[in-house]
Antibody, heavy 116, light 112 residues
Framework: EVQLVESGGGLVQPGGSLRLSCAAS????????MDWVRQAPGKGLEWVGR??????????EYAASVKGRFVISRDDSKNLLYLQMNSLKTEDTAVYYC???????WGQGTMVTVSS | QSALTQPASVSGSPGQSITISCTGT?????????VSWFQQHPGKAPKLMIY???NRPSGVSNRFSGSKSGNTASLTISGLQAEDEADYYC????????????FGTGTKVTVL
C-alpha cells in the first residue's frame, strides 16, 4: 500500500525551530519528487517546497514565504523526507502535508502551532 | 503570485451536474496543462481527483471530469452524490519566481 506518514508537529514559540519527517512506503521513494504543502486553520492549501530526486541531483525549491527559513532534505536509504523549519512565525501555523508524485500521494498531515 | 480564483460555494441536488471554475493567468493555467483538482473532506488530507487538466487517477469515479479553456479550468461533477460534499481545490504549475505550484481559493460543494 502506498503511504506517507508525517510526524514531528507540535507547539513552538515564535522564532523557534521544528523538524518534520515524512515516512514513505509502498513505492520507490528515491525515484520521486516530493513536496510539502500546508494549510492554515480554516484556510486553503499553500505549496511550501519541493525536493527533486537523485536523478536530478536533488535540487530543492521553496515558496517565497518560507525561503531562507525552511530547508527540505531527504534520506533515500530510509525513505524519509524532512522539513526543517527555522525562525518560525505565527503565520506558519498550519497542518503540514507531505505529498509525492506531483501531488498524487498525500500523507495525513501534522499540525504545527507557532504561539507564545 | 495570487491564488487561482474559484467560487466560494457551489450547490446541487443529488443526480444533478455541477461545474467549478478555476481562473488563473497566462503565467499558470493559461500556459501549462498541469492543472489538478483535489477533493478534501473535513479533517482529511486532500485527494487528487484530476491531473493534467483532464486525466483521472486510477480509482476516481468517471463522474469527475476536467477541462480548460484559456486561463480558466473547470471541474464537472455529474450525477452528484451525497459523498461528493466537500471542499475542492484546483492547482496549477506556474512560471512565477516565487512558487512552483499555485492553488485555488477553494470551493465548498454542498449537496442539497
Amino acid at each position: 500500500e502506498v503511504q506517507l506518514v508525517e510526524s514531528g508537529g507540535g507547539l513552538v514559540q515564535p522564532g523557534g525551530s521544528l523538524r518534520l519527517s515524512c515516512a514513505a512506503s509502498g513505492f520507490t521513494f528515491s525515484d520521486h519528487y516530493m513536496d510539502w504543502v500546508r494549510q492554515a486553520p480554516g484556510k486553503g492549501l499553500e505549496w511550501v517546497g519541493r525536493s527533486r530526486n537523485k536523478a536530478n541531483n536533488y535540487p530543492t525549491e521553496y515558496a517565497a514565504s518560507v525561503k531562507g527559513r525552511f530547508v527540505i532534505s531527504r534520506d533515500d536509504s530510509k525513505n524519509l523526507l524532512y522539513l526543517q523549519m527555522n525562525s518560525l512565525k505565527t503565520e506558519d501555523t498550519a497542518v503540514y502535508y507531505c505529498a509525492g508524485d506531483a501531488l498524487e500521494i498525500w500523507g495525513q498531515g501534522t499540525m504545527v502551532t507557532v504561539s507564545s | 503570485q495570487s491564488a487561482l480564483t474559484q467560487p466560494a460555494s457551489v450547490s446541487g441536488s443529488p443526480g444533478q451536474s455541477i461545474t467549478i471554475s478555476c481562473t488563473g493567468t497566462s503565467s499558470d493555467v493559461g500556459t501549462y496543462n498541469y492543472v489538478s483538482w483535489f477533493q478534501q473532506h473535513p479533517g482529511k488530507a486532500p485527494k487528487l481527483m484530476i491531473y493534467d487538466v483532464s486525466n483521472r487517477p486510477s480509482g476516481v469515479s468517471n463522474r469527475f471530469s476536467g477541462s480548460k479553456s484559456g486561463n480558466t479550468a473547470s471541474l464537472t461533477i455529474s450525477g452528484l452524490q451525497a459523498e461528493d460534499e466537500a471542499d475542492y481545490y484546483c492547482s496549477s504549475y506556474t512560471s512565477s519566481t516565487t512558487l512552483l505550484y499555485v492553488f485555488g481559493t477553494g470551493t465548498k460543494v454542498t449537496v442539497l
